[in-house]
Nanobody, 121 residues
Framework: QVQLVESGGGLVQAGGSLRLSCAAS????????MGWYRRPLGKQRELVAT???????NYADSVKGRFTISRDNAKNTVYLQMNSLKPEDTSVYYC???????????????WGQGTQVTVSS
């Protein structure tokens, strides 16, 4: 079994900052890419940022320059530092990891349960 557990969400005023964390645990052989998605109320899920095992990153245009994704491979943890938050960043944020549970397994995608981020104007 593999679990991804997010933390760090909450309520913040516009212009403020939050840092999300997501720790993967369980039967893990290797984690490839990790990332963050969000699903604003009434909208479809959208990519926020991804990071490869080697540290290459990719961001949605809407968060470039404000959000920073990073990871600690030793801790199987991915982070999302969110600065200059805007009301439109309000959403449930989900972390995801593409990982192998054994040397011979195919990579599979796992998701966390989500953490709410609310930005007040």
């Amino acid at each position: 079994q593999v679990q991804l557990v997010e933390s760090g969400g909450g309520l913040v005023q516009a212009g403020g900052s939050l840092r999300l964390s997501c720790a993967a645990s369980g039967s893990i052989f290797r984690i490839n890419a990790m990332g963050w998605y969000r699903r604003p109320l009434g909208k479809q899920r959208e990519l926020v940022a991804t990071i490869t095992s080697g540290g290459s990153t990719n961001y949605a245009d809407s968060v470039k320059g404000r959000f920073t994704i990073s990871r600690d491979n030793a801790k199987n943890t991915v982070y999302l530092q969110m600065n200059s938050l805007k009301p439109e960043d309000t959403s449930v944020y989900y972390c995801t990891a593409s990982l192998k549970t054994t040397r011979w397994a195919f990579p599979e995608d796992y998701w966390g349960q989500g953490t709410q981020v609310t930005v007040s104007s």
